[in-house]
């Protein structure tokens, strides 16, 4: 449809003399586009002197579509020969403006394609002097190696990123267009480079020059090329080698800012695209970077103090685009949260501000309600902006100092009220400045002095010389939280604890910076960190290692319904897609760091119980591994082939298998695989099976338990494997089968009624389960089972631990001992059942115990677990109530259901006398050991 068939609206003639001289240059035009003709020249010098100069042409555009007039100006740019460059490009930028001007003030179209149009012909002016200077460089010899075609086809290697509203897709309607220039110097060689220089500048600069010269045809765009590295001391091109090293060494944050909306607008696209996923990690910081907060404030200081832009709003010369409440702080507040989250969350990375918005609001980290009414106001203070640099093309911001100007704005607002109109744009700003003003005015209470100990007035005085206060900035940041700190630890249930615990977190801090901006725009992290310090300094201490993994907690994810294994694995499989062998290591332990943590502090807070705990343990590295064995085998089978066979299955073993995992528990598995008929890979180095799965395995290993710069994942044991230490690390399913059935030792089969498969193809995974139980049900011998595990227990007791009452798994009676005689009696009984309560249940189906001795052998096991559990969660070591402090003995003693530490630990005793009875009953009593 043409522009008359879409009217909504047109400006009011604020001098209708002109008004009428503009409808005059266009005789016969139709009673639909007369009021818009008329109300454009009438308000609009500018437009109406564009009217007056493009008639002939205005009159067919305004009878055809308004996307195909502009469509047919970018072609034209395109098409423009050298000699007619610089008039032609000006041509169409009058003409351009005056079709997407119309377009705007009919209500044609929205600001996003208003904004977008306009960005349009911008690129395409910029693509074809780009293209004529830099083939008039390759013609003369001064690119070595290039020419004219390749000029034509990618810029030769020079490639300009739009930046600023331009890189966005958001150009205002009189902008000037921020470019960076740069050149690919890879594609020339190592004595070339500085000639290849030389005419990528001489281009650069001829460049600008056809945009941005004012000649008797105009101008095109005001070109901007200061947002370059170092740009004081640089040339107006540089390579991209160059660039990368200045943004590694010397970027600032309002370089990382602006290069949120950086694009490739202009010749080579590809080496452009590829600059800036190199730029990613500068751009996108890998943790939540609430330390730009600070850094937007002072930029956000000192723009205004240039400016002299302090005081309360008033309409009269207000700055739409920096002033109070503002364009520039609505920018702010989406790009300031885009550069704290966006490094986690590719989501918020849109160049565009509106798109940035609803993002953040998806994601949380804005209310839904205030990115609608900040999209609306942004609209709003956009359309001013446009109407203000349409009155007269001036490159400006500022709101008019007159009422005769203000009446003229209004008017080519299409407002014929200019108080109402008035009133109506002060509100917007006045709400702007207050939907925005907590990122530019966080308020904080100063809290009242606090009186400490001598004791803790030592641990602080320590703390200036700590590695995370060094820095000026790092210090600043903690005097404003160091009040709030102190005040939290000192009501704890032992402060000089709590405190002792909080020194240990931030004496082994290697910096400060990032993790205070994160606590001082987030109080309640606060909370948590005295809560962990107070309870569990042992998760402090891991804190302090892994500070990253408090991003979690704002993460919307943190607090929600736990998803199970296969949504874990479908989220990692997810991350490390796409990606190469070493990023999917670092990725999967961030990954895994931030889940781990996220279970122990659902258990440390109650909202999770032990069981649900080390349910979620399992689940977590069950996610790990499944997601690990394919990015495995698929690196391996880039140098060796593909898989051959069924493929393997990674059987987890022990506590893995059972489904019982704590927060440091290790993992024992095994590899089975089937290759059957298969005798060497299909690779450039072919391999047997055999050999292909051992690498597979031992590759595996690395992959979980190796060290890497994001730490490492588990330790790995896979002593249970088939002949043990002696025993191949992968073994061929037909193998297993065999050694399972003819020479396993009775404990072997004790250990595979907790075998589980966690990761492999489901035909391979089907086929282990049944050879598992099917191995238990032909082993269910019962008396001689029963003498085995007598045995067995006897040799653990000889070499094992002695136990005591906080060491609950070792020892006679202990966790340990528990779960022997549940797994003996499930491969008694012939039980595929994993679980330890449902084991010795099978005691009681033997007649090994009664009814009543299940039950105690079963609440002992779970007792017994809970607080290894919880004690693995407090501590890396052995379990010392006197070492976990108060929090630390309340968080066991409400675990256990008991009302204190003193009662948990009679409690613990009873119990393990009273298992020990039963399990002597069964297995008969160890014998003591020799003196030595």
């Known amino acids: 449809m043409n522009l008359a068939s879409r009217l909504t609206r047109h400006p009011i003639p604020h001098s209708p003399e002109r008004g009428a001289e503009a409808l005059a240059h266009l005789p016969g035009l139709s009673p639909e586009l007369r009021p818009l003709i008329e109300g454009a020249g009438g308000s609009s010098p500018y437009l109406g002197s564009l009217i007056a100069r493009e008639a002939a042409w205005l009159a067919d555009a305004l009878a055809s579509v308004p996307e195909d007039v502009v469509a047919a100006l970018i072609a034209e740019a395109v098409a423009l020969s050298p000699a007619d460059l610089d008039t032609g490009l000006r041509r169409i930028k009058r003409r351009a403006a005056l079709i997407v001007a119309l377009a705007d003030l009919g209500g044609v179209w929205p600001l996003a394609r208003v904004t977008q149009y306009w960005t349009d012909v911008a690129d395409a002016c910029l693509r074809a002097a780009l293209a004529t200077h830099v083939a008039s460089e390759a013609r003369r010899g001064k690119l070595p190696g290039m020419s004219e075609d390749d000029a034509h086809r990618d810029g030769a290697g020079m490639v300009v990123l739009a930046m600023g509203k331009m890189g966005a897709g958001e150009l205002n309607y009189s902008s000037d267009i921020d470019l960076i220039c740069l050149f690919d110097d890879d594609r020339f060689d190592p004595g070339e480079v500085m000639e290849a220089r030389a005419g990528f500048i001489r281009a650069t600069r001829r460049i600008a020059a056809s945009l941005g010269d004012t000649t008797a045809e105009g101008y095109v765009f005001r070109t901007d090329l200061r947002l370059r590295p170092d740009a004081s001391v640089t040339p107006v091109c540089i390579s991209m080698t160059a660039a990368e090293r200045y943004y590694e060494a010397e970027g600032r944050s309002w370089e990382r800012s602006a290069y949120i909306k950086a694009r490739p607008a202009a010749g080579d696209l590809v080496a452009g695209a590829r600059f800036l996923d190199t730029l990613k990690p500068f751009v996108w910081r890998r943790h939540l970077d609430f330390a730009m907060v600070q850094d937007t404030m002072d930029m956000r200081q000192k723009i205004r103090d240039h400016k002299g832009l302090h005081g309360e709003i008033k309409l009269e010369g207000h700055n739409m685009k920096l002033g109070a409440g503002g364009i520039r702080e ?19 990375r849109s160049r565009r501000t ?20 900040l999209t609306t106001l942004y ?20 709101l008019p100092k007159n009422s005769e100007g203000f009446d003229r704005l209004a008017r080519l607002c299409g407002e014929d009220d200019t108080v109402r109109f008035c009133a109506r744009l002060a509100e917007n700003l006045r709400r702007v400045e207050h939907l925005t003003g907590d990122l530019f005015q966080p308020t904080r209470t ?4 606090l009186e400490i100990t001598a004791t803790e007035a030592e641990i602080v005085g320590r703390w200036p010389s700590y590695p995370a206060l060094r820095s000026e900035r790092g210090r600043v940041i903690f005097e404003r939280l160091k009040p709030e700190l102190l005040k939290r630890l000192k009501v704890a249930a032992k402060p000089e604890e709590a405190l002792s615990s909080f020194d240990s977190f931030l004496r082994g801090l290697p910096a400060g910076v990032q993790l205070f901006s994160l606590f001082d725009a987030n109080p309640p992290l606060v909370d948590l960190i005295v809560d962990i310090c107070a309870t569990a300094p042992g998760l402090s201490r891991y804190l302090s290692r892994h500070s990253g993994v408090l991003d979690a907690v704002l993460d919307g994810r943190f607090f929600a319904s736990w998803p199970q294994a296969s949504g874990l ?25 931030d889940w781990h943590f996220r279970i122990g502090v659902h258990q440390l807070r109650g909202l999770i119980g032990p069981e649900e705990a080390s349910a979620q343990y399992t689940d977590l590295a069950d996610a790990v591994i499944g997601a690990l064995w394919p990015a495995v085998c698929a ?15 990674v059987v987890g073993m022990g506590s893995l298998g059972a ?11 095994i590899v089975i695989y089937d290759a059957a008929g298969v005798e060497m890979t299909e690779g450039r180095r072919p391999l047997d099976p055999r050999g292909w799965y051992a690498k597979a395995t031992k590759a595996l290993i690395t992959a979980l338990s190796a060290p890497t710069a994001s730490g490492k994942l588990y330790e790995v044991d896979m002593r249970l494997r088939p002949s043990g230490r002696q025993g191949p690390v992968a073994t061929a399913v037909a193998g297993f089968a ?40 032909q082993k269910a011998v019962p008396d001689h089972v029963r003498a085995e595990a007598a045995v067995m227990r006897a040799r653990l007791s000889a070499v094992g631990r002695e136990g005591s009452t906080w060491a609950v798994k070792e020892g006679p009676g202990g966790l340990q001992e528990i779960e022997l005689l549940g797994q003996a009696a499930a491969l008694a009984a012939g039980a595929s059942a994993r679980a330890s309560t449902d084991q010795l249940a099978a005691a009681g189906r033997l007649g090994w115990l009664e009814a009543e001795a299940v039950q105690e052998l079963q609440a002992a096991h779970a007792l017994f677990n809970r607080v290894q559990g919880a004690g693995r969660l407090l501590t890396d070591e052995a379990l010392d109530p006197a070492g976990i402090g108060a929090g630390g003995r309340a968080f066991l003693a409400r675990v256990a259901g008991q009302p204190d530490a003193d009662r948990l630990a009679s409690h613990l005793d009873k119990t393990r006398a009273c298992a020990l009875g039963w399990i002597d009953t069964v297995l008969g009593p160890v014998p003591e050991k020799e003196a030595p």
């Open 330 to 348: 609505i920018e702010f507040f989406a790009q300031t949260r885009q550069l704290v989250a966006g490094g986690r969350d590719p989501s918020l």
């Open 354 to 373: 509106v798109e940035a918005l609803a993002a953040l609001a998806e994601a949380g980290w804005i209310p839904v309600g205030v990115a609608g009414e």
């Open 379 to 398: 609209a709003h203070h956009r359309e001013i902006e446009h109407r203000v640099q349409m009155i007269d093309d001036a490159q400006t911001h500022d």
């Open 446 to 449: 100063k809290p009242a002095t």
């Open 569 to 593: 694995l479908e989220d990692l499989s997810g991350l490390l897609a796409g990606r190469d062998y070493e990023a999917q290591l670092d990725l999967a332990r961030r990954w895994q760091k």
């Open 635 to 649: 690196q391996l089978a880039d140098r060796h082939g593909p898989a051959p066979g069924m493929g393997g299955a």
């Open 659 to 669: 489904g019982r995992m704590s927060a440091g528990s290790d993992l024992d598995l």
């Open 738 to 777: 065999a050694y399972q059935r003819d020479e396993a030792w009775t404990w072997e089969h004790m250990a595979l009624t907790r075998a589980r498969v966690v990761a492999g193809p489901a035909g391979l995974a089907a086929e282990i389960e049944a050879i598992r139980c099917a191995v238990i049900a």
